[in-house]
C-alpha cells in the first residue's frame, strides 16, 4: 500500500508562483509514473503532468512552459513548480502514482491540495 500527501497549495494572485509537493509513504516501483491531476470548479478531473521513471515528462497544454515536474526518487517525492499562475489554473491539484507490477499496475491518488489564483 502507497501513502500520498500534497503539500504547498495556496492563495497566490496571477502571475505568481507556486511549488506543490507529494511524499509518498510505502514503495515506488523502478517503473513507475508519477503525476498531478487538477479538478477546478464544475470541471472535471484533467491530467496536468507526468513523469514516467523518473526521467521522461509530459505536460498536458494548458501548462506547457509554465509548470514543471521533477521527482526525486531518494526521497520518494514528486514536485510541481508553477509559475506564470493563471486564475484558470485554479483547482484542487492531485498527486498520482502508478506503480508497475510484473503482471499488473497499481494506482494511488493523494486527497488534493487547493491552489486559488485571484486575478
Known amino acids: 500500500q502507497v501513502q500520498l500527501v500534497e503539500s504547498g497549495g495556496g492563495l497566490v494572485q496571477a502571475g505568481g508562483s507556486l511549488r506543490l509537493s507529494c511524499a509518498a509513504s510505502?514503495?515506488?516501483?523502478?517503473?513507475?509514473?508519477m503525476g498531478w491531476y487538477r479538478q477546478g470548479p464544475g470541471k472535471q478531473r484533467e491530467l496536468v503532468a507526468t513523469?514516467?521513471?523518473?526521467?521522461?515528462?509530459n505536460y498536458a497544454d494548458p501548462v506547457k512552459g509554465r509548470f514543471t515536474i521533477s521527482s526525486d526518487s531518494a526521497k520518494k517525492m514528486v514536485f510541481l513548480q508553477m509559475k506564470d499562475l493563471k486564475p484558470e489554473d485554479t483547482a484542487v491539484y492531485y498527486c498520482?502514482?502508478?506503480?508497475?507490477?510484473?503482471?499488473?499496475?497499481?494506482?494511488?491518488w493523494g486527497q488534493g491540495t487547493q491552489v486559488t489564483v485571484s486575478s
Open positions: 498520482n502514482l502508478i506503480n508497475y507490477y510484473p503482471a499488473r499496475a497499481t494506482e494511488y
Open positions: 510505502g514503495s515506488i516501483f523502478s517503473l513507475n509514473r
Open positions: 513523469i514516467t521513471n523518473g526521467a521522461i515528462t
